[in-house]
């Protein structure tokens, strides 16, 4: 009887994705205490080990299911509560807040649905792109009394590129299905 390899999930990239977790509670307690300055600086530490842990993974030939899963989840964690944060500052609408913590509980949900028939949908560009966006945005927010109305601007267009984004994942999401 031939075994499959075991797969090592602990490695760098998991590492760096765990971290962007931990960082996202850290970022929140540091702005609910009303220490902006270093809650933007661990904001920005965690946004930049999402680009690292993804270029690492494929680097050192390290990408796990535990780090498809992982990585997406610290993602939408990341974003949404930065953007809880700005929206209880009054720097973010409602209906922005809202609308992206909807979608990105449907893609958790909709994820853990092809999870169950053993299908992990990768990355695709519109949502790399959208995350690397929404990761700018908050960050022109974090300047809001500098920055406006364009950070609002900005909050607003990536919140159309968010939502196509879901769509697209929703149509790669069927058809996948489809094809089980």
């Known amino acids: 009887m031939k075994t499959e390899p075991r797969e090592e ?8 994705t765990a971290l962007r977790i931990l960082l996202t509670f850290a ?4 702005y609910i205490w009303g220490l902006y300055v270093p809650a933007i600086i661990v ?4 946004a930049s080990t999402d680009m ?4 690492l993974a494929r680097k050192l030939n390290r990408i796990t299911k535990l780090g498809k899963i992982l990585d997406p989840i610290a993602d939408k964690l990341m974003i949404v509560s930065a953007l809880v944060a700005l929206t ?8 922005l807040l809202i ?24 990355a695709i560009m519109i949502g790399k792109i959208a995350t690397v966006m929404f990761i700018a ?13 364009f950070d609002l601007y900005a909050q607003g267009a990536v919140c159309v590129i968010s939502v196509a984004a879901l769509a697209v994942y929703a149509r790669k999401a069927y058809y996948l299905w489809k094809a089980r």
């Open 137 to 149: 945005a908050i960050v022109l927010t974090f300047f809001h009394e500098y920055t406006q109305p």
């Open 52 to 55: 690292v842990d993804g270029w």
């Open 99 to 122: 609308t992206i913590a909807v979608k990105e509980l449907l893609m958790l949900v909709g994820g853990l649905v092809m999870l169950t028939r053993g299908i992990v949908i990768p």
């Open 88 to 95: 209880l500052h009054g720097w973010c609408p409602w209906w």
């Open 27 to 30: 970022f929140l307690a540091l």
């Open 9 to 16: 999930w602990l490695n760098i990239p998991n590492a760096l």
């Open 43 to 46: 904001f920005v530490t965690a």
